[in-house]
């Protein structure tokens, strides 16, 4: 991971001399004035990228949006795309700090899928510019920044399909395909900033209710049903 070139700056908060590793510290009960600053200026960044994209943002305009001098904003990180991997990087690690937490003390598999769709959409329900971001500029980030961010999508796509693999086991559904099952529940919950309107479809714990329902019935009522008979040739 980069590090942070340490620019001293007695209006500025302390901020950790490793990088930016407090940020994303699982259990933070009193986080630094360094770590909520960097917050803001990540939601910041994170609606200028969703308005603008990427590419056309500038950091100008993320100085105007977060009330930040540009040479404020360069003792939070080195360039354009230090940001964007910041951003990708909170993101993913909160996601997979909640999810941990809630899934302590958790044995049934049915059951912790349930909570991890629940803190899946928890998350994105509210923030849909950050998922907006997430799924448009998945690509955009170069080297060292991509592999990192690569490896907790990995993390985190391994930690949902051991969660499936032990319902595979306690069901008894052999024919069942663990990964198309793991990527089609994903199809179904990362597009939800593209439509979701919660007076038509209730909030995020009837909408995680309503997946999950979906999800687990089809797996299990599709795959516990004696293969279908071929038709014979005529």
């Known amino acids: 991971m980069a590090r942070t070139a340490v620019r001293p700056r007695s209006s500025e908060p302390d901020r950790p001399r490793v990088g930016h590793a407090s940020l994303t510290a699982t259990a933070s009960p009193e986080p630094s004035r360094y770590d909520k600053r960097l917050r803001e200026i990540l939601q910041r960044a994170t609606e200028v990228f969703c308005e603008k994209g990427f590419a056309a943002a500038s950091i100008r305009d993320i100085s105007r949006a977060s009330g ?67 799924s448009h500029e998945s690509d955009t980030l170069k080297e060292p920044y ?17 969660l499936v693999e032990q319902l595979q086991q306690k069901r008894r559904l052999p024919r069942m395909n663990p990964r198309l099952a793991v990527l089609s529940l994903f199809g179904m919950m990362n597009w939800i900033y593209t439509w979701y309107n919660p007076a038509v479809d209730g909030d995020w714990k009837e909408m995680a209710h309503q997946m999950t329902s979906i999800f687990l019935q089809g797996v299990i009522g599709g795959f516990q049903d004696a293969p279908p008979e071929r038709s014979p040739n005529l």
């Open 68 to 134: 930040t001098s540009l040479a404020g904003l360069y003792y939070y990180f080195e360039s354009k795309d230090h940001l964007l991997f910041l951003v990708q990087q909170e993101a993913f690690s909160t996601l997979i700090a909640g999810l941990e937490g809630k899934l302590q003390g958790i044995t049934d598999p049915e059951q912790a899928i349930r909570v991890f769709v629940s803190n899946h959409l928890e998350h994105f329900v509210a923030n849909r510019k950050q998922a907006q971001v997430l």
């Open 146 to 162: 991509q592999r990192e961010i690569a490896t907790l999508k990995r993390q985190y796509y391994r930690r949902c399909l051991a």
